[in-house]
């Protein structure tokens, strides 16, 4: 999982440390003592915490764009179907122009004709 989150994780995003620091304290005539587990706990909280604040900073963005974005494709699914209605009303009129255009041309023919 580590790996996984590793591979994938973004650079700013702050990761904890496998293996506490060795600071000159630990130091006991060339020897390490063990640090104290308190400061190595509460030292990978705040990174755990603030790897899990991290990640919920980009989820609330991630769905502020989502929202923006389906506010766009609404906007735009609306527009389209304004466009299709104005399609259908001005095919509607060409029909109509188109009629009454072969109506004048049939009685300019017959009036030439008589």
Known sequence: MNDIYEANAPIKCPT???QPDIVE???VGGVLKNPPV????VRWKKEVIDKIQY???NLELANQEKEALSQEMDRIHSELTDSKERIQKLEGELSEAL??????LNEVSQALES
């Open 55 to 57: 990640l919920r900073e």
């Open 25 to 27: 304290d630990s130091m």
């Open 16 to 18: 904890p440390k496998e």
């Open 99 to 104: 009629e009454t255009f072969n109506t004048l």
């Open 38 to 41: 308190k400061e190595t706990v």
